[in-house]
């Protein structure tokens, strides 16, 4: 941990949909941003530096877009600096923006995430073939399900334990009225009778495509004390990568997910993390991700993610709550799904999270991201009392 | 704040370099500089790097850049869609965290695999300016024409800056645009892009480069003369250029007074200037008097690989300091329609 006790002070998002045809990407962004500094209590000018994260230019097909930004998020005659990080970078981003606090360089740092995946197509974003190399997939989900099949041929999981993900989040979104999707007749036989994309997952396994961002205001610890509302503390950071491929790489349980929670855990004082935290903002793009990365984090034994799901224990009244936002499987605005895990882990230790709070008891909560092909890692821990 | 300095460098450029990839580009200057800098690769706590996805035409170029990086145990590790002196700068911030202690940087883009000018275009509002595709060229241009209609600075002054860089570049090895040329020579020259000539415009470039930076004790244990970073920033200017003065550079100025600039006494300095009416605007901004040398390694008119080029220019200072020829420079690197966003940093010997 650096040397500033640092904190989230403020969170704004925008409410999440398919196409926002009423803002340019500058209104969606500054929305966003004007919410977090209100809830900060501050303005554009109390603010010494903007981060901003965002996955691939081609998503909207502006190249280096916090250029353009720079007079909408305030930042000029301001440090700006944009993240890239693959899937994990609204993560990454808020880490980014927390270390500059940190470190001591700044109080106040804005940070801001965001896609507008309306503009382009994300998936044929994804599918551009790079010069010299070989077409791989077409699409995340392409790449990603394989990967869900050798995790159920490894655990022997029930072949519906993805739906009980899929009808679990979307439920858990109608609590949320910023989440993209609100189904709230959806149940298990739905998506087993949704149309399949890429086996196992059918399409309600799948996130949506949605424009939206999302915005933290982060500040060192005096200016957090003095903030109007309550303060999210950040007990730990961390990121990890690894290469994409290379022979005998576990693809299903990456080393880097495993030592990222590791780095995070020991920061945060963390030893058991299923009664530790008080629930999970955890990046699921596809349900099966969840019994995944319950695997992954440490949440339980390899083989037991499933069971958990099963049992209910991750459903917002279980004993520990994973994405009672609605998750990546209810709002996907790409750049920002990490950021929008960090931030609804902070509102929740800052009681703020509406009609999807869960109770306190520990205080401190999860946010997690992952990126590439299972290969970018970021996480923090925050709480709602300040680190030792 | 922690004292940090940049402990080694390498980089490598080529014009329209058909063999390599970027991995392939990536993977000299990494395992130069990681050598030079006496840390094993394992021993190096950060790595972070800058890119630009378009440049390469699909999604996640930094991903391959993993497999010539050395990713394995999983590292901590981070990319900035930024020239990769900004990567530097948070390399840098990680450091002040106290959580590392060293970091490796590297930079890397083949801008000869489209028509870069015209793809930078797309930095622009992409409502209002954009659709109107004016090429980095075309807005340089006009940032040049208003320097000039100042009536300060004439197109002599500008061949003067073009013909000093391609003498200096000579000396260097990297440099892919060099000659024995006056002033005369080049005002003789056409006029390609009113009122810049192809002289007075940065040379399409492919190439990588990295850095080691590292905390005091890891620095002096491993490094004789290390380049200490005194002082770091980088400042952003409105995007839309007519709310701008193009004469000047507001953000410059002010990363310069908060790095520690403007005080000046630097024996050189590496400005990341694209057109040579850049030098000359970012030459005022930062108060560089006759004292100061400026691009000795023939800057970027000499070589200018886009996502490493304000990298390098970080590099060039720490390699004359590391060899004892300069005591003080400054460096500094761009990005962004008409030096739209700045970086300066201030760098010593002991």
Redesign the interface.
């Known amino acids: 941990m650096g040397s500033v006790r640092t904190a989230v002070i403020g969170v704004g998002q925008t409410r999440h949909v398919s196409a926002r045809h009423d803002v340019s990407i500058a209104g969606l962004v500054r929305e966003a941003a004007l919410e977090a500094l209100d809830d900060a209590g501050m303005d554009f000018g109390d603010i010494d530096a903007v981060v901003v994260g965002k996955a691939p230019d081609t998503f909207e097909g502006v190249l280096m877009p916090e250029l353009y930004l720079a007079d909408a998020l305030g930042a000029v005659g301001k440090p700006l600096l944009r993240v890239h990080t693959a899937g994990s970078v609204g993560g990454s981003t808020a880490i980014v923006a927390a270390k500059l606090v940190m470190s001591g360089v700044h109080k106040r740092v804005l940070t801001v995430s965001f896609e507008k995946q309306s503009e382009s197509n994300a998936t044929w974003g994804l599918s551009v073939q790079m010069p010299f190399s070989a077409p791989l997939v077409a699409g995340a989900g392409g790449y990603f399900a394989p990967l869900i099949r050798a995790y159920i041929a490894r655990s022997g999981a029930p072949r519906n334990i993805g739906h009980l993900v899929a009808v679990k989040d979307r439920l858990a979104a109608l609590r949320n009225p910023k989440a993209h999707l609100h189904l709230p007749d959806i149940d298990l036989a739905t998506v087993e009778e949704s149309f399949l994309l890429w086996d196992p997952l059918r399409y309600l396994d799948t996130c949506p495509s949605s424009d939206g961002a999302m915005a933290l205001v982060i500040g060192a610890e005096d200016v957090a004390d003095a903030a109007p509302g309550p303060a999210a503390w950040i007990h730990g950071t961390a990121m990890r990568s690894e290469p994409t491929m290379f022979a005998g790489r576990d693809q299903v349980n990456p080393q880097a997910g495993k030592d990222c929670a590791a780095d995070v855990y020991a920061q945060a004082g963390i030893t058991n993390p299923r009664e530790d935290f008080d629930c999970a903002e955890v990046y699921v793009p596809f349900s099966w991700y969840e019994p995944m990365w319950l695997e992954n984090l440490g949440f339980c034994a390899e083989g037991d993610g499933w069971k958990l799901t099963q049992a209910g224990a991750t459903a917002p009244d279980g004993d520990i709550p994973w994405n009672p936002s609605g998750g990546v499987l209810s709002s996907n605005p790409i750049g920002a799904s990490g950021m929008i895990r960090f931030g609804e882990a902070a509102q929740q230790v800052r009681e703020r999270a509406g009609d999807f709070q869960v109770p306190l008891q520990t205080g401190k909560a999860l946010g997690h991201a992952y990126g590439g092909g299972s290969q970018f890692f970021s996480m923090w821990v925050v709480g709602n009392q300040k680190p030792s | 704040?922690r004292d940090v300095a940049v402990i080694s460098f390498a980089q490598r450029t080529a014009v329209k370099d058909r063999e390599r990839?970027e991995v392939e580009f990536i993977i000299p200057v990494v395992q130069e500089a990681v050598a030079a800098s006496g840390l094993a690769r394992h021993d190096i706590d950060f790595?972070i790097s800058g890119s630009?996805?378009?440049l390469?035409?699909?999604?996640?170029?930094?991903?391959?850049g993993?497999?010539a990086a050395g990713?394995?145990?999983?590292?901590?590790?981070?990319?900035?869609?930024?020239d990769a002196a900004?990567a530097l700068?948070?390399a840098w911030?990680?450091i002040?965290?106290?959580?590392v202690d060293s970091a490796l940087i590297y930079g890397f883009g083949k801008s000869s695999?489209t028509d870069v000018h015209q793809?930078?275009t797309?930095?622009?509002?992409?409502?209002t300016v954009?659709p109107l595709w004016p090429s980095m060229v075309d807005l340089a241009a006009l940032q040049a024409s208003a320097l000039l209609a100042e009536g300060d600075v004439t197109e002599a002054d500008l061949a003067a800056v073009a013909a000093r860089s391609r003498r200096d570049a000579r000396d260097n090895p990297y440099a892919v645009v060099s000659e024995d040329v006056d002033v005369a020579a080049l005002l003789a020259r056409p006029v390609t892009h009113a009122p810049l000539r192809d002289a007075d415009i940065a040379p399409v470039t492919d190439g990588s480069a990295a850095i080691v930076i590292a905390a005091a004790d890891v620095a002096r244990a491993q490094c004789e003369r290390p380049a200490w970073i005194r002082g770091i920033?980088?400042?952003?200017?409105?995007?839309?250029i007519g709310v701008r003065d193009l004469t000047a550079s507001?953000?410059t100025q002010?990363a310069g007074e908060e790095a520690g600039a403007l005080q000046g006494g630097f024996d050189a300095a590496e400005l990341h200037a694209q057109f040579s009416h850049d030098e000359v605007i970012l030459a005022r901004a930062l108060g560089l008097d006759a004292g100061t040398r400026i691009n000795p390694s023939g800057g970027a008119l000499g070589a200018n690989p886009m996502m490493a080029s304000g990298l390098i220019r970080i590099g060039e200072i720490f390699r004359r300091i590391n060899a004892g020829e300069i005591g003080r420079g400054l460096a500094h690197a761009t990005?962004?329609?008409c030096l739209?966003?700045n970086l300066v940093c201030v760098m010593e010997g002991e």
């Open positions: 704040m990839n790595t630009c996805d378009y390469s035409g699909g999604p996640f170029t930094f991903v391959q993993l497999d990713a394995w145990p999983p590292i901590k590790e981070s990319h900035v869609e930024m900004w700068y948070e911030v990680a002040q965290t106290g959580e695999l793809l930078i797309l930095q622009t509002d992409p409502y954009a920033d980088h400042r952003i200017d409105a995007p839309h507001a953000s002010r990005q962004g329609p739209q966003q």
